[in-house]
């Protein structure tokens, strides 16, 4: 069964950084357009950035434009999504996501259901001083 699996959450300062790592060991991730995701308490999973195959494109919601930036390596089957300039209102449970796209090499910032079908269980973020 194919899984996802996020690390690197925690608890930062606000104008602090963290970096947040998806890797799988069940499958690879060439070929597939990864999207970052984000839940805070009693609101829906929002999107907030993705990356095609082969690095191709990479978006970001505009609330993340200029903070956040996103990579991925396939060599070692990892996607990662560097924060910077943290706010409080970053703060959730942030998701990796993968579906299989290798060509067009495309992504789409959206949560919307069925666009992603291989999830992660998630990350907490809490920014806070």
């Known amino acids: 069964q194919a899984q996802l699996a996020e690390s690197g959450g925690g608890l930062v300062q606000p104008g602090g950084s963290l970096t947040l790592s998806c890797a799988s060991s069940?499958?690879?991730?060439?070929?597939?357009?990864v999207g970052w995701f984000r839940q805070a308490s009693g609101k829906e999973r929002e999107g907030v950035s993705c990356?095609?195959?082969?690095?191709?494109?990479?978006k970001y919601d505009d609330s993340v434009k200029g903070r956040f930036t996103i990579f991925r390596d396939d060599a070692k089957n990892i996607v990662t999504l560097h924060m910077n300039n943290l706010k409080p209102e970053d703060s959730g449970i942030y998701y990796c996501?993968?579906?299989?796209?290798?060509?067009?090499?495309?992504?789409?910032?959206?949560?919307?259901?069925?666009?992603?079908?291989?999830w992660g269980q998630g990350t907490q973020v809490t920014v806070s001083s």
């Open positions: 996501a993968a579906v299989w796209a290798p060509m067009p090499p495309l992504c789409v910032v959206s949560a919307d259901k069925g666009r992603y079908d291989i």
């Open positions: 069940t499958f690879v991730l060439d070929g597939y357009a």
């Open positions: 990356i095609s195959a082969r690095s191709v494109r990479k």
